[in-house]
Protein backbone atom coordinates (compact mmCIF):
# COMPACT_ATOMS: atom_id res chain seq x y z
CA UNK A 1 0.00 0.00 0.00
CA UNK A 2 1.83 2.91 -1.21
CA UNK A 3 0.44 6.55 -1.07
CA UNK A 4 2.52 8.91 -2.93
CA UNK A 5 3.06 12.25 -1.28
CA UNK A 6 0.75 15.22 -3.20
CA UNK A 7 2.96 18.30 -2.48
CA UNK A 8 1.74 22.15 -2.20
CA UNK A 9 -0.11 23.94 -5.11
CA UNK A 10 -3.36 24.58 -5.82
CA UNK A 11 -6.48 22.10 -5.07
CA UNK A 12 -4.12 19.91 -3.09
CA UNK A 13 -7.58 19.30 -0.82
CA UNK A 14 -9.06 17.62 -4.19
CA UNK A 15 -5.96 16.34 -5.36
CA UNK A 16 -5.75 14.04 -1.91
CA UNK A 17 -9.08 13.19 -2.20
CA UNK A 18 -8.74 11.75 -5.66
CA UNK A 19 -5.83 9.87 -4.84
CA UNK A 20 -7.16 8.04 -1.67
CA UNK A 21 -10.39 7.48 -3.94
CA UNK A 22 -8.51 5.85 -6.83
CA UNK A 23 -5.82 4.05 -4.45
CA UNK A 24 -9.15 2.95 -1.99
CA UNK A 25 -10.65 1.64 -5.03
CA UNK A 26 -7.84 -0.27 -6.53
CA UNK A 27 -5.68 -2.04 -3.40
CA UNK A 28 -9.20 -3.06 -1.19
CA UNK A 29 -9.63 -6.66 -1.19
CA UNK A 30 -12.48 -7.92 -2.62
CA UNK A 31 -13.69 -11.29 -1.83
CA UNK A 32 -17.17 -13.73 -1.74
CA UNK A 33 -19.72 -12.85 1.60
CA UNK A 34 -22.69 -14.52 2.01
CA UNK A 35 -25.24 -12.35 4.12
CA UNK A 36 -29.28 -13.60 3.93
CA UNK A 37 -28.70 -17.00 2.56
CA UNK A 38 -26.97 -15.46 -0.35
CA UNK A 39 -23.86 -14.99 -1.49
CA UNK A 40 -22.38 -11.77 -3.09
CA UNK A 41 -19.28 -11.73 -5.00
CA UNK A 42 -16.35 -9.00 -5.26
CA UNK A 43 -17.85 -7.21 -1.78
CA UNK A 44 -16.61 -6.58 1.05
CA UNK A 45 -17.85 -5.53 5.06
CA UNK A 46 -18.10 -2.42 6.89
CA UNK A 47 -15.71 -2.91 9.06
CA UNK A 48 -12.83 -4.57 6.68
CA UNK A 49 -13.54 -1.17 4.97
CA UNK A 50 -12.44 0.84 7.98
CA UNK A 51 -9.82 -1.42 8.94
CA UNK A 52 -7.79 -1.30 5.68
CA UNK A 53 -8.72 2.66 5.23
CA UNK A 54 -7.13 3.08 8.45
CA UNK A 55 -3.96 1.70 7.95
CA UNK A 56 -3.76 3.00 4.55
CA UNK A 57 -3.92 6.49 6.56
CA UNK A 58 -1.97 5.97 8.89
CA UNK A 59 0.47 4.63 7.01
CA UNK A 60 0.26 7.84 4.42
CA UNK A 61 2.98 10.62 5.17
CA UNK A 62 0.23 12.92 3.89
CA UNK A 63 -2.28 12.04 7.00
CA UNK A 64 0.11 10.90 9.44
CA UNK A 65 -0.42 8.01 12.23
CA UNK A 66 -2.37 10.22 14.26
CA UNK A 67 -5.80 9.34 12.23
CA UNK A 68 -7.99 7.48 14.56
CA UNK A 69 -10.57 4.84 13.65
CA UNK A 70 -13.61 7.56 14.46
CA UNK A 71 -12.29 9.78 11.42
CA UNK A 72 -11.73 7.03 9.14
CA UNK A 73 -15.51 6.05 9.60
CA UNK A 74 -16.79 10.05 9.03
CA UNK A 75 -14.40 9.60 5.65
CA UNK A 76 -16.24 6.21 4.54
CA UNK A 77 -19.67 8.15 5.08
CA UNK A 78 -18.59 10.73 2.80
CA UNK A 79 -17.35 8.31 -0.03
CA UNK A 80 -20.77 6.43 0.62
CA UNK A 81 -22.36 9.75 0.07
CA UNK A 82 -20.48 10.52 -3.12
CA UNK A 83 -20.97 7.10 -4.47
CA UNK A 84 -17.55 6.37 -4.16
CA UNK A 85 -18.76 3.18 -2.56
CA UNK A 86 -22.33 1.56 -2.21
CA UNK A 87 -24.65 -0.84 -0.45
CA UNK A 88 -24.31 -4.71 -2.19
CA UNK A 89 -28.08 -3.72 -3.08
CA UNK A 90 -27.03 -0.79 -4.66
CA UNK A 91 -27.92 2.40 -2.41
CA UNK A 92 -26.26 5.43 -2.03
CA UNK A 93 -26.58 8.82 -0.84
CA UNK A 94 -29.29 8.54 1.98
CA UNK A 95 -27.79 5.80 3.51
CA UNK A 96 -25.06 6.07 6.86
CA UNK A 97 -22.21 4.46 6.98
CA UNK A 98 -21.16 2.66 10.19
CA UNK A 99 -19.02 0.13 11.70
CA UNK A 100 -20.42 -3.41 11.35
CA UNK A 101 -21.07 -6.42 9.18
CA UNK A 102 -22.97 -4.76 6.55
CA UNK A 103 -21.78 -5.50 3.01
CA UNK A 104 -20.37 -2.97 0.39
CA UNK A 105 -19.01 -2.79 -3.30
CA UNK A 106 -17.67 -0.55 -5.60
CA UNK A 107 -19.61 0.72 -8.53
CA UNK A 108 -19.01 0.25 -12.50
CA UNK A 109 -17.35 3.69 -12.17
CA UNK A 110 -16.42 6.32 -9.44
CA UNK A 111 -16.70 9.86 -9.95
CA UNK A 112 -13.82 12.04 -9.18
CA UNK A 113 -14.05 15.65 -7.94
CA UNK A 114 -13.62 17.93 -10.65
CA UNK A 115 -10.82 20.88 -10.72
CA UNK A 116 -12.54 24.39 -10.92
CA UNK A 117 -11.34 26.25 -13.99
CA UNK A 118 -10.05 29.98 -12.90
CA UNK A 119 -8.72 32.33 -15.28
CA UNK A 120 -5.45 32.22 -16.12
CA UNK A 121 -2.96 33.51 -13.15
CA UNK A 122 -0.61 36.68 -13.57
CA UNK A 123 3.24 36.52 -12.66
CA UNK A 124 3.41 39.54 -10.35
CA UNK A 125 1.46 39.14 -7.54
CA UNK A 126 1.25 43.10 -7.19
CA UNK A 127 3.12 45.99 -8.52
CA UNK A 128 5.60 48.19 -6.61
CA UNK A 129 4.82 51.80 -6.16
CA UNK A 130 6.89 53.69 -8.95
CA UNK A 131 8.07 57.25 -8.74
CA UNK A 132 7.13 57.67 -12.17
CA UNK A 133 3.67 56.57 -12.16
CA UNK A 134 1.17 59.54 -12.48
CA UNK A 135 -1.76 59.69 -9.46
CA UNK A 136 -4.53 58.09 -10.33
CA UNK A 137 -6.91 59.86 -12.57
CA UNK A 138 -4.04 61.61 -14.40
CA UNK A 139 -1.99 60.82 -17.78
CA UNK A 140 0.07 62.62 -20.36
CA UNK A 141 -3.20 63.12 -22.92
CA UNK A 142 -4.95 64.83 -20.55
CA UNK A 143 -2.20 67.73 -19.38
CA UNK A 144 -3.24 71.32 -20.93
CA UNK A 145 -0.55 72.13 -24.02
CA UNK A 146 -0.34 75.56 -25.16
CA UNK A 147 -0.38 75.72 -29.12
CA UNK A 148 3.05 76.36 -30.58
CA UNK A 149 3.75 78.52 -33.07
CA UNK A 150 6.30 76.82 -35.57
CA UNK A 151 9.65 78.79 -36.82
CA UNK A 152 13.03 77.63 -37.82
CA UNK A 153 14.33 76.98 -34.68
CA UNK A 154 11.25 74.60 -33.26
CA UNK A 155 11.43 72.90 -36.75
CA UNK A 156 14.70 72.20 -36.09
CA UNK A 157 14.09 70.99 -32.37
CA UNK A 158 11.44 68.99 -33.85
CA UNK A 159 13.95 67.42 -36.09
CA UNK A 160 16.42 66.65 -34.09
CA UNK A 161 14.23 64.54 -31.44
CA UNK A 162 12.76 62.13 -34.77
CA UNK A 163 16.32 61.43 -35.88
CA UNK A 164 16.91 60.92 -32.54
CA UNK A 165 20.12 63.43 -31.84
CA UNK A 166 17.96 65.20 -28.76
CA UNK A 167 16.37 62.59 -26.54
CA UNK A 168 12.87 64.17 -26.01
CA UNK A 169 11.40 65.56 -22.75
CA UNK A 170 8.71 63.65 -21.17
CA UNK A 171 6.67 65.01 -17.75
CA UNK A 172 7.68 62.84 -14.98
CA UNK A 173 5.54 62.83 -11.69
CA UNK A 174 7.50 62.36 -8.62
CA UNK A 175 5.30 60.54 -6.21
CA UNK A 176 6.00 60.49 -2.19
CA UNK A 177 5.55 57.50 -0.31
CA UNK A 178 2.67 57.39 1.15
CA UNK A 179 1.12 55.02 3.95
CA UNK A 180 -0.56 53.02 1.51
CA UNK A 181 2.54 52.46 -0.78
CA UNK A 182 4.23 51.36 2.73
CA UNK A 183 1.70 48.77 2.92
CA UNK A 184 1.29 47.61 -0.63
CA UNK A 185 4.87 46.80 0.09
CA UNK A 186 4.47 44.55 3.22
CA UNK A 187 1.67 42.78 1.34
CA UNK A 188 3.28 42.26 -1.81
CA UNK A 189 6.89 40.90 -0.16
CA UNK A 190 4.70 38.89 2.44
CA UNK A 191 3.41 37.10 -0.57
CA UNK A 192 5.94 36.75 -2.90
CA UNK A 193 8.42 35.39 0.09
CA UNK A 194 5.24 32.69 0.68
CA UNK A 195 5.27 32.29 -3.29
CA UNK A 196 8.80 31.74 -3.03
CA UNK A 197 8.57 28.89 -0.39
CA UNK A 198 5.88 27.02 -2.25
CA UNK A 199 7.64 26.80 -5.28
CA UNK A 200 4.68 27.95 -7.05
CA UNK A 201 4.39 30.30 -10.42
CA UNK A 202 1.62 31.73 -9.06
CA UNK A 203 -0.56 32.10 -5.48
CA UNK A 204 -3.85 32.76 -7.74
CA UNK A 205 -4.80 29.68 -7.41
CA UNK A 206 -4.10 29.16 -3.68
CA UNK A 207 -5.46 31.98 -2.11
CA UNK A 208 -7.59 35.88 -3.60
CA UNK A 209 -5.13 37.90 -2.68
CA UNK A 210 -7.61 40.48 -3.73
CA UNK A 211 -8.80 39.33 0.11
CA UNK A 212 -4.79 39.45 1.85
CA UNK A 213 -5.13 42.72 4.02
CA UNK A 214 -2.11 44.36 4.53
CA UNK A 215 -3.11 46.35 8.04
CA UNK A 216 -3.65 42.66 9.44
CA UNK A 217 0.18 41.61 8.47
CA UNK A 218 1.82 45.26 9.98
CA UNK A 219 -0.50 44.50 13.43
CA UNK A 220 0.36 40.91 13.74
CA UNK A 221 4.24 42.31 13.30
CA UNK A 222 4.35 45.14 15.75
CA UNK A 223 1.34 44.74 17.56
CA UNK A 224 2.69 42.25 20.32
CA UNK A 225 3.51 41.83 23.77
CA UNK A 226 6.45 40.68 25.03
CA UNK A 227 5.21 37.18 25.18
CA UNK A 228 4.82 37.15 21.08
CA UNK A 229 0.79 37.93 21.56
CA UNK A 230 -0.98 39.89 19.26
CA UNK A 231 -2.17 43.01 21.18
CA UNK A 232 -5.84 43.77 19.99
CA UNK A 233 -7.08 47.91 19.58
CA UNK A 234 -10.90 46.66 19.86
CA UNK A 235 -11.10 45.28 23.03
CA UNK A 236 -14.80 44.39 21.93
CA UNK A 237 -12.96 41.47 19.93
CA UNK A 238 -11.52 39.91 22.74
CA UNK A 239 -12.01 36.51 24.26
CA UNK A 240 -14.38 36.77 26.58
CA UNK A 241 -13.27 37.08 30.31
CA UNK A 242 -14.94 33.69 31.53
CA UNK A 243 -13.25 31.81 28.87
CA UNK A 244 -9.76 33.49 29.09
CA UNK A 245 -10.31 32.25 33.05
CA UNK A 246 -10.95 28.92 32.35
CA UNK A 247 -7.83 28.54 29.95
CA UNK A 248 -5.51 30.21 32.43
CA UNK A 249 -7.10 27.56 34.89
CA UNK A 250 -6.02 24.54 32.85
CA UNK A 251 -3.06 25.40 31.10
CA UNK A 252 -1.61 26.08 34.98
CA UNK A 253 -2.97 23.45 36.79
CA UNK A 254 -3.38 22.79 39.69
CA UNK A 255 -1.86 26.48 40.22
CA UNK A 256 -4.17 28.85 39.30
CA UNK A 257 -4.10 32.23 40.77
CA UNK A 258 -7.73 33.57 39.25
CA UNK A 259 -9.29 30.52 40.74
CA UNK A 260 -11.57 31.33 43.49
CA UNK A 261 -14.16 28.74 43.33
CA UNK A 262 -14.51 25.46 44.97
CA UNK A 263 -12.71 22.24 43.57
CA UNK A 264 -14.98 19.19 43.05
CA UNK A 265 -14.44 15.82 41.54
CA UNK A 266 -14.66 16.01 37.64
CA UNK A 267 -14.12 19.81 37.84
CA UNK A 268 -11.18 19.98 35.06
CA UNK A 269 -13.54 18.24 33.28
CA UNK A 270 -16.35 20.88 33.37
CA UNK A 271 -14.19 23.60 32.34
CA UNK A 272 -12.08 22.07 29.62
CA UNK A 273 -16.19 21.65 28.07
CA UNK A 274 -16.42 25.38 28.74
CA UNK A 275 -13.58 25.84 26.58
CA UNK A 276 -14.15 23.22 23.57
CA UNK A 277 -17.93 24.36 23.92
CA UNK A 278 -16.89 28.26 23.00
CA UNK A 279 -14.78 27.46 20.53
CA UNK A 280 -17.04 24.85 18.52
CA UNK A 281 -19.62 27.90 18.43
CA UNK A 282 -17.59 30.02 16.28
CA UNK A 283 -19.02 30.87 12.79
CA UNK A 284 -15.76 30.71 10.80
CA UNK A 285 -12.32 28.10 11.95
CA UNK A 286 -9.66 30.71 13.33
CA UNK A 287 -8.03 29.86 9.84
CA UNK A 288 -10.08 31.38 8.12
CA UNK A 289 -12.43 29.56 5.19
CA UNK A 290 -9.91 32.22 2.93
CA UNK A 291 -6.82 31.13 3.95
CA UNK A 292 -7.74 27.29 3.70
CA UNK A 293 -6.02 25.88 0.47
CA UNK A 294 -2.91 27.97 1.53
CA UNK A 295 -2.92 26.64 5.10
CA UNK A 296 -3.79 22.81 2.94
CA UNK A 297 -0.58 23.79 0.58
CA UNK A 298 1.85 24.15 3.17
CA UNK A 299 0.92 20.56 4.74
CA UNK A 300 2.18 19.21 1.28
CA UNK A 301 6.06 20.74 3.10
CA UNK A 302 5.82 18.65 6.05
CA UNK A 303 8.24 16.33 5.16
CA UNK A 304 10.66 19.63 5.35
CA UNK A 305 10.39 20.79 8.68
CA UNK A 306 11.70 23.88 8.77
CA UNK A 307 10.40 24.51 5.26
CA UNK A 308 7.34 24.10 6.98
CA UNK A 309 7.59 26.04 9.85
CA UNK A 310 8.57 29.09 7.87
CA UNK A 311 5.86 28.62 5.04
CA UNK A 312 3.28 28.37 8.50
CA UNK A 313 4.66 31.43 9.72
CA UNK A 314 3.83 33.85 6.67
CA UNK A 315 0.57 31.94 6.65
CA UNK A 316 -0.12 32.96 9.94
CA UNK A 317 0.87 36.35 9.20
CA UNK A 318 -2.34 36.88 7.11
CA UNK A 319 -4.59 36.34 9.37
CA UNK A 320 -7.36 38.88 11.45
CA UNK A 321 -5.14 39.66 14.62
CA UNK A 322 -8.46 38.94 16.99
CA UNK A 323 -7.65 35.11 15.39
CA UNK A 324 -4.06 35.08 15.55
CA UNK A 325 -4.20 36.34 19.59
CA UNK A 326 -7.32 33.31 19.98
CA UNK A 327 -5.04 31.15 18.37
CA UNK A 328 -1.82 31.74 20.02
CA UNK A 329 -3.49 31.01 23.65
CA UNK A 330 -5.32 28.03 22.83
CA UNK A 331 -2.37 26.47 20.97
CA UNK A 332 -0.29 27.63 24.51
CA UNK A 333 -2.75 26.12 26.29
CA UNK A 334 -3.34 22.87 24.68
CA UNK A 335 0.69 22.34 24.62
CA UNK A 336 0.95 23.33 28.37
CA UNK A 337 -2.27 20.57 29.09
CA UNK A 338 0.08 17.81 26.87
CA UNK A 339 2.89 18.36 28.86
CA UNK A 340 1.32 18.93 32.79
CA UNK A 341 1.79 15.01 34.18
CA UNK A 342 -0.43 16.50 37.03
CA UNK A 343 -3.66 17.08 34.81
CA UNK A 344 -5.90 14.19 35.54
CA UNK A 345 -7.45 12.50 32.22
CA UNK A 346 -9.99 14.86 30.50
CA UNK A 347 -11.59 11.72 28.81
CA UNK A 348 -11.93 7.76 29.26
CA UNK A 349 -11.49 7.04 25.68
CA UNK A 350 -8.98 8.82 24.24
CA UNK A 351 -5.31 10.26 25.38
CA UNK A 352 -4.92 13.92 26.14
CA UNK A 353 -3.11 14.08 22.97
CA UNK A 354 -5.61 12.71 20.62
CA UNK A 355 -8.89 14.33 22.99
CA UNK A 356 -6.78 17.73 22.44
CA UNK A 357 -6.58 17.26 18.64
CA UNK A 358 -10.39 15.79 18.13
CA UNK A 359 -11.80 18.86 19.62
CA UNK A 360 -10.20 21.64 18.15
CA UNK A 361 -9.18 20.03 14.83
CA UNK A 362 -12.53 21.88 13.70
CA UNK A 363 -12.23 24.87 15.36
CA UNK A 364 -8.89 25.72 13.58
CA UNK A 365 -8.60 24.69 10.15
CA UNK A 366 -12.17 23.65 8.16
CA UNK A 367 -13.58 23.97 4.85
CA UNK A 368 -16.94 25.14 3.29
CA UNK A 369 -17.37 22.05 1.59
CA UNK A 370 -18.18 19.17 3.62
CA UNK A 371 -16.91 16.33 1.61
CA UNK A 372 -13.43 17.66 1.72
CA UNK A 373 -10.78 15.64 3.66
CA UNK A 374 -10.67 18.68 6.11
CA UNK A 375 -10.99 16.54 9.23
CA UNK A 376 -8.56 14.64 8.50
CA UNK A 377 -6.29 17.39 7.21
CA UNK A 378 -7.32 19.85 10.39
CA UNK A 379 -5.64 17.06 12.46
CA UNK A 380 -2.45 16.55 10.59
CA UNK A 381 -2.33 20.48 11.01
CA UNK A 382 -3.25 21.14 14.42
CA UNK A 383 -0.73 18.28 15.76
CA UNK A 384 1.82 19.95 13.66
CA UNK A 385 1.12 23.23 15.41
CA UNK A 386 1.11 22.12 18.55
CA UNK A 387 4.58 20.64 18.23
CA UNK A 388 6.04 23.97 16.75
CA UNK A 389 3.88 26.48 17.78
CA UNK A 390 6.15 28.66 19.73
CA UNK A 391 8.23 29.25 16.08
CA UNK A 392 5.70 28.89 13.69
CA UNK A 393 3.34 31.76 15.85
CA UNK A 394 6.81 34.14 16.09
CA UNK A 395 6.97 37.02 13.38
CA UNK A 396 9.36 35.79 11.05
CA UNK A 397 12.95 38.08 11.45
CA UNK A 398 14.31 37.48 7.72
CA UNK A 399 11.25 39.13 6.25
CA UNK A 400 10.44 41.60 8.54
CA UNK A 401 14.07 42.97 7.70
CA UNK A 402 13.41 42.48 4.30
CA UNK A 403 10.74 44.59 3.82
CA UNK A 404 11.87 47.65 6.31
CA UNK A 405 15.24 48.07 4.46
CA UNK A 406 13.87 48.12 1.79
CA UNK A 407 11.14 50.45 3.04
CA UNK A 408 14.54 52.73 3.81
CA UNK A 409 16.57 51.84 0.68
CA UNK A 410 12.66 53.83 -0.67
CA UNK A 411 12.87 56.58 1.56
CA UNK A 412 16.28 57.52 0.89
CA UNK A 413 16.00 57.28 -2.69
CA UNK A 414 12.96 59.58 -2.58
CA UNK A 415 14.97 62.04 -0.15
CA UNK A 416 17.29 62.24 -2.48
CA UNK A 417 15.54 63.26 -5.58
CA UNK A 418 13.89 65.64 -3.78
CA UNK A 419 16.44 67.69 -1.99
CA UNK A 420 19.82 66.18 -3.96
CA UNK A 421 21.76 68.97 -2.62
CA UNK A 422 20.75 67.85 1.29
CA UNK A 423 21.00 64.68 0.31
CA UNK A 424 24.68 65.44 -0.95
CA UNK A 425 25.77 66.88 2.09
CA UNK A 426 24.18 64.19 4.73
CA UNK A 427 25.66 61.03 2.23
CA UNK A 428 28.10 62.43 0.05
CA UNK A 429 29.45 60.47 -3.04
CA UNK A 430 32.99 59.40 -3.32
CA UNK A 431 32.77 62.59 -5.23
CA UNK A 432 31.26 64.98 -3.53
CA UNK A 433 33.31 63.45 -0.50
CA UNK A 434 36.51 63.76 -2.14
CA UNK A 435 35.34 67.68 -2.31
CA UNK A 436 34.13 68.09 1.34
CA UNK A 437 36.65 65.77 2.89
CA UNK A 438 40.16 67.11 0.77
CA UNK A 439 42.94 64.67 1.67
CA UNK A 440 45.04 65.54 4.03
CA UNK A 441 48.98 65.83 3.27
CA UNK A 442 50.70 62.75 4.39
CA UNK A 443 53.56 62.79 6.98
CA UNK A 444 57.41 61.67 5.94
CA UNK A 445 58.37 59.01 7.49
CA UNK A 446 60.59 59.46 10.68
CA UNK A 447 64.77 58.80 9.85
CA UNK A 448 65.45 55.96 12.26
CA UNK A 449 68.89 56.47 14.38
CA UNK A 450 70.70 53.76 13.03
CA UNK A 451 70.20 54.17 9.46
CA UNK A 452 71.98 57.52 10.29
CA UNK A 453 75.35 55.27 11.69
CA UNK A 454 78.15 53.72 9.58
CA UNK A 455 77.63 50.04 8.85
CA UNK A 456 79.11 47.68 11.47
CA UNK A 457 82.56 46.98 10.78
CA UNK A 458 84.32 43.96 13.26
CA UNK A 459 86.65 45.05 15.91
CA UNK A 460 90.42 44.67 15.17
CA UNK A 461 93.28 44.63 18.12
CA UNK A 462 95.62 46.94 17.49
CA UNK A 463 99.00 47.12 19.45
CA UNK A 464 97.84 51.09 21.01
CA UNK A 465 95.98 48.92 23.16
CA UNK A 466 99.12 47.39 24.94
CA UNK A 467 101.25 50.50 24.93
Known sequence: MEHRIVGPGPYRATRLWNETVELFRVKMPLRKHRCCFKSYEHCFTAAEAVDWLHELLRCSQ?????????????????????????DIKGKWGQEDFEDNRHLYRFPPSSPLKPYPKKPPYQKD??????????????????????PVVMNSEMWYK???????????????????????????????????????????????????????NSKFIIHNVYSV?????????DKSKELPHWVLSAMKCLANWPNCSDLKQPMYLGFEKDVFKTIADYYGHLKEPLLTFHLF?????????????????????????????ENRR?????????????????????????????????????CILCSKDEVDLDELLAARLVTFLMDNYQEILKVPLALQTSIEEHVAHLRRVQFQKSYPEVYQERFPTPESEALLFPEKPKPKPQLLMWA?????QPFQRTRSFRM
Not at 72 to 82: A, E, I, R, S, Y
Not at 298 to 313: D, R, T
Open 293 to 321: DAFVSVLGLLQKEKVAVEAFQICCLLLPP
Open 452 to 456: LKKPF
Open 125 to 146: VIKFPEWNDPPPGTSQESIPVR
Open 62 to 86: NFGPEVTRKQTVQLLKKFLKNHVIE
Open 225 to 233: SKQGVVILD
Open 158 to 212: RHSIAIGEVPACRLVHRRQLTEANVEEIWKSMTLSYLQKILGLDSLEEVLDIKLV
Open 326 to 362: KLQLLMRMMARICLNKEMPPLCDGFGTRTLMVQTFSR
